[in-house]
């Protein structure tokens, strides 16, 4: 039968492909698989002691360095940011205004760009600190990482219209669904690297 052969073709051609990527692994790696490496975690460590305490897991800026950049030094956006913790040439330049100690180095050094992600990162934390009184320290790492995405001021905006409309706004479960779906699937994606539900 002609027309069956054709049919059959045609389902052959639409499901081999389906059938061999169904095969290719999509795992999702959290942040103690053996794929991520620990090149870095020196620097990881280091920074996040100094910007955050000896008690802070510095586990949470690894997840955030492979969320950015899959931990490749190399790596330059489409925007320009840089490295690791892909940095903007020009948040390294205020970062250098309120941290002399950071302007030894340059953001190619894998080094000076975790250090500088890291000291980003708590002035994020600071803000949201000050800002949301009844949160968790979790909630405003959150919310950090939510600004080191979108930017401050998009964050600030969306928490704003958010108490506008639902008169609440207490922290990242609050605005998550109302922030860019790029911000809401990072923030996600560090969770997830740390075994947290997403």
Do not use: C
């Not at 081999?16 to 020196?42: E, F, M, Q």
């Amino acid at each position: 039968m002609p027309g069956g052969s054709k049919l059959t073709a045609l389902v052959l051609v639409v499901l081999i492909p389906g059938i061999a990527l169904a095969g290719v692994s999509r795992k999702r790696h959290d942040i103690n698989s053996k794929v991520w490496t620990t090149k870095y975690d020196t620097h990881f460590r280091k920074y996040s002691k100094r910007y955050f305490g000896p008690g802070f897991d510095w586990l949470w800026f690894k997840s955030q360095g492979i969320a950015e950049s899959g931990l490749r030094n190399k790596v330059r956006s489409s925007m320009g940011a840089i490295g690791i913790m892909q940095i903007l040439p020009s948040t390294y330049a205020d970062i250098h205004k309120k941290s002399p100690y950071l302007s030894a180095g340059t953001l190619k050094d894998p080094r000076w760009n975790i250090a500088t992600g890291i000291f980003y990162d708590r002035i994020l934390y600071k803000r949201w600190l000050k800002r949301l009184e009844r949160t968790t320290s979790e909630s405003n790492l959150y919310m950090a990482f939510a600004s080191y995405n979108a930017g401050h001021s998009k964050i600030s905006r969306v928490l704003k219209k958010t108490k506008k409309q639902t008169g609440k706004a207490g922290g990242w479960e609050d605005i998550k669904h109302r922030v860019p779906s790029q911000t809401r699937h990072y923030v996600s994606r560090i969770k997830f690297l740390m075994g947290k539900d997403y």
